[in-house]
């Protein structure tokens, strides 16, 4: 294992993501940082040069299907759980500050 990652630069990532981190969760993970990297590390020391490349997965085919027309859920399903409505709409908070 690599002499890991310090307080300071998990704080730094934690900041540049908006996360407030508790003391404890600052070294927690600059443990588990520190564990990824090094099996990162670890990956990039695999010999691959004899692996041709993947680009595709899931086959070349489309999966294409008919369109059909079916009937959509009245307002009143659609916003049975909803916790606040208007007018047949959903009512969301402001996302501005």
Do not use: C
Not at 22 to 36: A, I, R, Y
Not at 45 to 59: D, F, I, L, W
Not at 66 to 80: C, G, M, N, R, W
């Amino acid at each position: 294992m690599s002499q890991g990652l310090t307080k300071a630069e998990v704080q730094h990532v934690a900041q540049l993501a908006n996360l407030p981190l508790k003391e404890e969760e600052v070294v927690d993970f600059s443990q588990k940082l520190s564990e990824t990297i090094d099996y990162v590390k670890r990956l990039n020391e695999v010999k691959t040069t004899a692996v041709a490349p993947t680009y595709q997965t899931g086959g070349t085919q489309n999966r294409f299907r008919e369109d059909e027309i079916t009937p959509s859920l009245p307002p009143t399903e659609a916003l049975k759980n909803a916790e606040r409505q208007y007018n047949n709409f959903f009512v969301a908070p402001d996302v501005w500050d």
